[in-house]
Every structure is written in C-alpha cells, then in structure tokens.
C-alpha cells in the first residue's frame, strides 16, 4: 500500500488526527478491489466510507449521459427526460455522466415498451414502480438504520467499522432485485386473475373495471395514538397494516393503499367487499379497538395502480358517516348479499359531493 499515493491523491493526510483510522479504510477498500480513481469519485462526493458497498448497489455507475443514452436508444432527449423523471431521477445536464449500462438497458426496456402501448402508458407504469421502489427504498434503509447504528460514522467511531457494516448490507442487494423480479412475475399474474374474477369482460376496452370498493378506519385514532412513542405508534400501525392485509388477501382482494389509520382495498365481488369490511371491524374489536366502513360497488378507473370514479369517492364518504362497528354499505351492494347478511335500509342519505340522495343501509 503506498500512503504517498493515497496522500497526493487527497486521501490521506498522515497528520490528521484520525490518520491511523483513515489507513484501516483505504486498506480495507483495496482489499475490496476499489480503484484508486473510484476512491477519488468516491471522496469528491462524501462517501468514500461508503464505496464498498456502493459498488455492489450500483455497478459502473456514472458511466453514460442522457444524451448518450437518447443516441443508443434512438429517442428525443426530451422523451428520455421524461422517462428519467418518470423512473424517479432528478434530470441532470444532457452531458453529465449519471447513468450505468443497467441503467441504459431499462431505458432501452421503456422505449421498446413504448413502441407498444404508446409513451404516455409507459411513463404511467414508469411512476408506479418508482413509487413503489421508493417505498422499498425507505422501508429497508429505515430498518437497517434501526438494527444498525454502526452505518454511522458518529455511533461506530471509525470509518473503517462503518464501511465493513455498509458493504455487509449492500450485499444483499443484488438478491433482493432477483427476488423482486421472482414476485413481480407472481403479483403480475395475480393481477391478470383479479381481473378476470371480476366480470368486467363487458368493459375490455374502455379502461374500466367492475368491482366492489371499500374503505375502513380506526375510530378515535388521534385519541388513541396521544402520548404513544414513536415505536409504539410503529407498532400500532404496522400490526394495522398487516392484520388488514392478510383479511382483504384471504377475501382475494386486494389493498390498494394505506391512508394513516384508513385502508382502501377492492374486491371482485359485493359479499367479498362486505366480509373484508366486517372483518375488518371484529379484527380491531378483538384488539380493544373500534373500526367502521364503507363498501359500494360499480365501474372504476384503474389508472397507476390505483383506482378512480364516483364509486370509491362514495365509498369514502360512507365510511365518514358510519358509527364504530358499522359498515355502510349502498342499495347495489345490499342488494347483492345472501340471506346471511342483514342489511338495515337507512333510505336517501345526503352524501357530500353527490347531487343525487343515496340510498344506504347499515350492516352490524
């Protein structure tokens, strides 16, 4: 190891106070095989602790430009802006090295897409799955920092530590993106079966989609949640999150999104929406808590993974007027139930933001 290298090369000042520490890193590094120019890039942006594990998050990076990329894909830069922002990047200049090959292939992925199902489809998709990257994103950068302090310079003490524990994790990386492919192939066949469970065959086409919307709450949750930690309001709300989803998934359901202490989901039937929904309820009741819904039933807008129309705007609002332990549900959907539910008629209600009186019932 020559320290004169490291020292003119700006990363090593045998002064400093922390210069035997600085040695344990760069020998670690080179062990690793990181090159003395991937230490320099790597120390220009604050992270040259984090270069081992970095190269294993993303190989080759900064490789080519946008305009780089617009000539291989043979796109409009403008488009390859849009897809770069759409995919979750800030757009750099056309001429900053920002993108690994891996990078160039999935752009190359949503031209050939496009070709297909028209940009605007793809750029769609394109926002969904950085949304939902980013959500993996953080929730494992939240538990990691959680279960390891030593990611911190500050909580290790020496860079050394710190970049041994970040290259550890970062080896994990390349088997949780297989395992992402492995159950985006699972989730992707899901989809195609709950659509067709739920039959809107007559709708091919027009981008609609026929199923039961329903919304529950916890009831009195800001009471419920005053004076709780931090962890104890992430344990609330994870065991939330969990019980709700395996009640909706045993109904072949599926959760579209988690709004605090509310869950939106849809299912492809009427009596599969109301079984959620009064599952729901007996699963907070049996934790000491109250819950309330709302179910309707009708044609939807699936658009980016979630879903639009008047149909779960009504769902919504239902939820807001039910009594804790109550779904509400409309005459469409009580009129869709077996004898095994009993359905109260509440006659014409005024709904926020209808025109038209709804008829509603209550089920208990």
């Known amino acids: 190891m020559d320290l004169g290298e490291y020292e003119?090369?700006?990363?090593?000042?045998?002064?400093?106070?922390?210069?035997?520490?600085?040695?344990?890193?760069?020998?670690?590094?080179?062990?690793?095989?990181c090159s003395l120019e991937e230490m320099v890039a790597a120390n220009a942006r604050g992270r040259l602790f984090a270069l081992a594990g970095d190269r294993q998050i993303i190989p080759d990076r900064d490789q080519f430009s946008l305009a780089q990329i617009a000539d291989e894909v043979g796109m409009p830069i403008t488009d390859i802006h849009a897809?770069?922002?759409?995919?979750?990047?800030?757009?750099?200049?056309?001429?900053?090295?920002?993108?690994?090959?891996?990078?160039?292939?999935?752009?190359?992925?949503?031209?050939?897409?496009?070709g297909l199902l028209g940009l605007p489809g793809v750029l769609g998709i394109a926002r969904v799955m950085a949304a939902s990257l980013t959500r993996i994103a953080e929730?494992?950068?939240?538990?990691?920092?959680?279960?390891?302090?030593?990611?911190?310079?500050?909580a290790s003490g020496s860079e050394a530590a710190t970049a041994r524990t970040f290259a550890d994790v970062a080896g994990f990386v390349p088997r949780m993106g297989n395992a992402l492919?492995?159950?985006?192939?699972?989730?992707?066949?899901?989809?195609?079966?709950?659509?067709?469970?739920?039959?809107?065959?007559?709708?091919?086409?027009?981008?609609?989609?026929?199923?039961?919307?329903?919304?529950?709450?916890?009831?009195?949750?800001?009471?419920l949640t005053e004076g709780l930690s931090m962890t104890e309001l992430t344990n609330l709300l994870t065991v939330f999150e969990e019980v709700a989803d395996d009640i909706v998934r045993a109904e072949e359901g599926r959760v579209v999104k988690?709004?605090?202490?509310?869950?939106?989901?849809?299912?492809?039937?009427?009596?599969?929406?109301?079984r959620?929904?009064?599952?729901?309820?007996?699963?907070?009741?049996?934790?000491?808590?109250?819950?309330?819904?709302?179910?309707?039933?009708?044609?939807?807008?699936?658009?980016?993974?979630?879903?639009?129309?008047?149909?779960?705007?009504?769902?919504?609002?239902l939820v807001a007027m039910a009594e804790p332990g109550e779904v509400l549900v409309t005459e469409e959907v009580a009129d869709k139930l077996g004898d095994d539910v009993t359905a109260v008629g509440l006659g014409p209600r005024a709904v926020r933001g209808f025109t038209r009186a709804i008829e509603v019932a209550s089920l208990r």
Not at 85 to 99: E, H, I, S
Not at 103 to 111: E, G, K, S
Not at 141 to 150: D, I
Request: charge should be negative; hydrophobic fraction near 50%; avoid cysteine.
């Open 258 to 274: 988690f709004i605090g202490d509310a869950v939106m989901y849809v299912a492809h039937d009427a009596g599969a929406g109301v």
């Open 181 to 223: 492919d492995a159950f985006f192939r699972h989730h992707l066949e899901a989809a195609r079966m709950n659509w067709e469970r739920s039959d809107s065959r007559d709708l091919l086409g027009s981008g609609g989609l026929r199923v039961a919307v329903g919304f529950a709450d916890l009831s009195g949750f800001t009471g």
């Open 83 to 114: 897809i770069w922002r759409a995919l979750g990047m800030v757009t750099p200049a056309d001429d900053d090295p920002v993108a690994s090959p891996e990078d160039v292939a999935a752009i190359q992925l949503v031209a050939e897409m496009s």
């Open 139 to 154: 929730a494992t950068a939240t538990a990691v920092r959680g279960q390891l302090p030593s990611l911190a310079i500050e």
């Open 276 to 317: 959620i929904a009064q599952g729901l309820i007996e699963a907070a009741r049996l934790r000491s808590m109250n819950a309330r819904a709302g179910v309707t039933i009708g044609v939807v807008l699936p658009l980016e993974g979630d879903f639009f129309g008047p149909v779960v705007n009504l769902a919504a609002r």
């Open 8 to 33: 003119a090369a700006g990363l090593y000042d045998p002064t400093a106070p922390d210069a035997d520490q600085r040695v344990d890193l760069l020998e670690f590094l080179q062990d690793e095989g």
